[in-house]
């Protein structure tokens, strides 16, 4: 998805776009992930169900 | 509808983990579903998906599971308490460093370095602190994010709680306690930046995150709630439109007048 970027200009065109975007912001959200992992125990399984229900969720939004 | 379907450009997931990160590891699997739906289609599908949402749609999750079930989301476990995932025994929980000193709970205040390293009791994403700044420090080197509002962010909550925080007059506050206790990390690197919801130019990157950074202090000192890291965002999310106002960005390709 291409979408005009409102940002203080001058603007620099990149091949980076939103799903690039984001992808870096999980990766950087992954330490934090593995450590509440370690510390806070199995319960954070409940992380996963979360995406999991997003995915699932929205692929129906998308179908219908 | 006829839309696209917009799931491959990840802005779902990262939204769902930011979610999943505001949640004590003890919260059932229906307040994630509960949460994620106010959170997806009443935040963001309702004003048209993503870069239209006025408030950080994580946060907005949070606030909404925090106003319907304030005790679930306080039930914070133990680190190292081994819960199994389905189990009728309630975990181990205990209060989280911000809530023993504001409440006078019983309990023992955990050390900076405890805090540092995520050894507390809180939120799954907001225990660690070093955690936090791994993924600080990638997303700069990716230049996805500046600096300018993490920093300023944190820097001025630990001013002001140093200045003004502490018990025996002016100057005797803990900035670095200020800094690594309550969720202070997590949102002022991953949530306070959000593109949608925060300022175009960096003069308004500043002042917003100046108002984070006081927010944050107002509500920890004087309100009502131990931790207030993701009232002050949504508030200055909110006031995000205002601040584009008064800091527009500078024209190119015109002579001054």
Not at chain 2, 18 to 35: H, K, V
Not at chain 2, 36 to 47: H, L, N, Q, R
Not at chain 2, 137 to 149: N, Q
């Amino acid at each position: 998805m291409s979408l005009l970027k409102v940002s203080a200009p001058p603007h620099i065109s990149t091949k980076n776009d939103t799903n690039v975007i984001m992808l870096d912001v999980i990766i950087a959200l992954m330490p934090a992930l593995i450590v509440g992992l370690l510390f806070l125990g199995t319960e954070q399984c409940l992380l996963l169900q979360l995406v999991r229900f997003l995915l699932y969720w929205l692929n129906i939004c998308g179908q219908s | 509808m006829k839309l696209p379907t917009t799931i491959g450009d990840l802005s779902a997931v990262v939204s769902g983990i930011l979610l999943g990160f505001n949640l004590p590891s003890t919260a059932p699997f229906w307040m994630c579903i509960a949460g994620s739906f106010f959170m997806m289609i009443i935040v963001k599908a309702f004003f048209g998906g993503l870069g239209q949402n006025f408030i950080n749609p994580a946060l907005a999750g949070r606030a909404f599971l925090m106003a319907s079930w304030p005790t679930r989301m306080i039930a914070f476990a133990q680190p190292f308490s081994k819960v199994p995932l389905i189990s009728k025994i309630d975990a181990v929980t205990s209060p989280t460093a911000l809530s023993i000193i504001k409440n006078g709970l019983e309990g023992e205040v955990p050390t900076k370095m405890d805090l540092f390293l995520g050894n507390v009791s809180g939120c799954i994403g907001e225990v660690s602190a070093l955690a936090l700044l791994i993924g600080f420090v990638y997303l700069l080197i990716r230049k996805v994010i500046s600096w300018r509002i993490p920093v300023v962010f944190i820097g001025v909550t630990g001013l002001l709680s140093y200045a003004f925080g502490g018990s025996e007059g002016l100057f005797t506050g803990d900035f670095l306690f200020s800094i690594l206790s309550g969720s202070l990390f997590l949102g002022a690197i991953f949530m306070a930046t959000d593109y949608t919801t925060s300022p175009v130019t960096s003069l308004g990157q500043y002042i917003y995150a100046i108002g984070c950074g006081a927010m944050v202090f107002i509500i920890r000192k004087w309100g009502g709630y131990p931790e207030g890291v993701s009232y002050a965002i949504m508030l200055m999310n909110v006031a995000t439109p205002l601040i584009d106002k008064i800091t527009p960005p500078k024209k190119f390709g015109r002579r001054k007048a």
